[in-house]
């Protein structure tokens, strides 16, 4: 089992298994090539790059990690053609975030939804939004993105 | 004056960012202790507040003080998905920064009990939250005004903002605010243990570079 930490990223083969935990506001995107049992896994904080102070890391990015993501799954085989994408997080933990950084989950979460638009990979499943925390794990077997939570059944997509 | 650098796991990279934040690996001896020194006293405080509430002795540890990049501090401060009963408050002020205290499941049921006599508390139900925020309100408010004090800066935390959930999505989005400025921060990291089987909690405080200049400029003025 490869651990994708925060602002990370990580190219698998089958039979192994990548994870991310504890996603908050956080988006995890899973990509999945069935072909050549190719998977990735990113861990944006962030939407976009724009603005950024540190610009050295893509995988913090919605923006530029799903691009980095999918580069270098297809430098390691997967046919760009079958990639498909599942997303998990971009959660809002506090209800009463008054400040006006608004609600940074659900702009990860529409930055990620863009990335993928625009490099057109299709979004297959997706388990976003509400106020709990998630940790995801892509199955390079099969493709499944399975979902835990605290205090919720396990959600297998 | 002898340097010492803070530890951190990845040194290289650590050294490159600091330069950024403003050479926080160049805390002299003294800096260093002194931050430790000026934790420590806001956390006893605020243990003691702790300790008079719940009537049972708490021991602390002295704190930990790492520079650390933002995208590891889940990891430092016990794992992502390791879950946790989590209050969050922001510092505000003449410095700027978060405090957090996190508490073990049984931990926190433990509290509900000394304080309700409620025997195998609910710690989801909504009057258990509320008083678990409550305590780590008390704490952090103890905490920081003992920082104010001590260091003559005007200081005050938020509401506080209670959860159980994974501690990595607990502080995400305070990290991806603080990330948005600065690469490392600075994490006191201190362990307090409640008389008592299996009862320990983490306060963790977070300062961003410039606060931590504010409270540099403050030591120097003392000594």
């Known amino acids: 089992m490869i651990i994708v930490g925060m602002a990370d990223s990580a190219v698998a083969k089958k039979p192994v298994k990548i994870t991310t935990l504890g996603l908050g506001s956080c988006v995890g995107v899973a990509m999945y090539d069935k072909s050549s049992c190719i998977g990735g896994m990113v861990h944006v904080m962030l939407p976009s790059i724009e ?56 702009r990860n979460v529409t930055a990620t939804k863009e990335s993928l638009k625009k490099l057109r990979i299709p979004l297959i499943a997706e388990d976003t ?17 399975i979902v835990k939570s605290a205090l919720k059944e396990q959600k297998i997509y | 004056m002898k340097k010492v650098r803070c530890q951190a796991r990845e040194t290289k990279n650590v050294y490159r960012g600091i330069q950024m934040i403003g050479r926080m690996d160049e805390l002299t001896e003294l800096q260093a202790s002194a931050l430790k020194e000026i934790v420590n006293i806001g956390v006893g405080n605020a243990v003691t507040s702790l300790s008079k509430m719940i009537g049972k002795k708490i021991s602390i540890e ?18 992502a998905d390791t879950v946790v009963s989590g209050v969050i408050m922001y510092v505000e002020g003449d410095i700027n920064g978060y405090i957090m205290m996190l508490l073990s499941r049984s931990t926190a049921e433990a509290i509900c009990t000394i304080i309700t006599g409620e025997n195998s508390p609910d710690i989801l139900n909504c009057m258990n939250q509320s008083l678990i925020e409550e305590v780590g309100h008390i704490l952090a408010g103890s905490y920081v005004s003992s920082l104010s004090e001590f260091l003559g800066m005007n200081l005050k935390i938020s509401p506080p903002m209670q959860t159980y959930d994974m501690l990595g999505a ?24 409640i008389e008592g089987n299996r009862m320990e909690g983490i306060l963790l405080t977070l300062f961003d570079s410039g606060s931590m200049q504010g409270i540099l400029a403050r030591i120097e003025a003392m000594v």
């Open chain 2, 62 to 79: 002295v704190p930990e003080l790492k520079v650390e990049k933002i995208e590891k501090v889940p990891e430092s401060a016990g794992g």
């Open chain 1, 51 to 106: 603005n950024a102070r540190s610009k050295d890391n893509p995988a913090k990015f919605a923006d530029t990690g799903i691009p980095y993501l999918l580069e270098c799954m297809i430098r390691e085989g997967a046919a760009k053609s079958a990639i498909k994408a599942k997303i998990a997080g971009g959660a809002r933990m506090f209800s009463f975030s008054s400040n006006a950084q608004l609600n940074i989950g659900e």
């Open chain 1, 129 to 145: 939004g509400e106020n709990y925390g998630r940790t995801i794990i892509l199955d390079t077997e099969n493709g499944e993105l």
């Open chain 2, 170 to 193: 607990i502080m995400d989005h305070i990290l991806i605010e603080m990330s948005r400025n600065v690469e490392y921060t600075l994490l006191f990291d201190t362990f307090f243990t």
